[in-house]
């Protein structure tokens, strides 16, 4: 089990959409709006777990084209969530930036996340610790991804949201909003370079 918890810390830890978007929310918005956003993703990745766990998951991505599909529809989308927190606060935008990603953001999400599927699916298809019970390992599987999950996505937003209060210079904020959304662009990049 302690392997499992460590698994979810690293593989969530690390830099991906959910998390930088969860950032790039907070520096660009602040809190209120970054709460509904996680809240959105915490709910997209449980319904992502939830096909994973079921084999629908399994089931639609073996059908042809899908991957595809899902990828370039996450790169777009990602894409225009990155450039809606590089010019959230920017006078000069061709998104019109008033309107902060919530919640249905955060859930449209994790159905589109390439790191989504492939993060749980090594998590619940792999560390067997209850062995002859399924269930009860899965529902304990999901207890602690949760409780490890949230926690490291409201860092990230405190991190954003710290970077907003700072009162800087609205070009230096404007730069670290940008920094932000082309650090989701690369994350993004990787993801499509490593499936062609």
Known sequence: MLEFAAAVFFLIITP??????????????????????????CVGNALVGAAVVSGIAAVALAQPGLREVLLWGSAAYLLWLAA??????????????????GFWNGLALQPINPKAYAV??????????????????????????????????????????????????????????????????AVVGIAVAAQL
């Open 16 to 41: 991906g959409p959910g998390v930088l978007s969860a950032a790039g929310v907070g520096s660009g918005y602040g809190y209120r709006a970054g709460f509904a956003y996680v809240a959105g993703l």
């Open 84 to 101: 809606k927190i590089a010019f959230a606060g920017a006078r000069i935008a061709f998104i019109h930036s008033e309107r902060a990603p």
């Open 120 to 185: 749980n699916t090594a998590l619940f298809s792999g560390f067997a610790f209850m062995p002859g019970a399924l269930a009860a390992e899965t529902a304990v599987k999901f207890a602690i991804l949760n409780a490890i999950w949230i926690p490291i996505h409201l860092l990230w937003l405190w991190a954003g949201v710290t970077l907003r209060r700072l009162d800087l210079n609205p070009k230096v904020q404007r730069a670290i909003n940008m920094a932000m959304a082309l650090s989701m662009l």
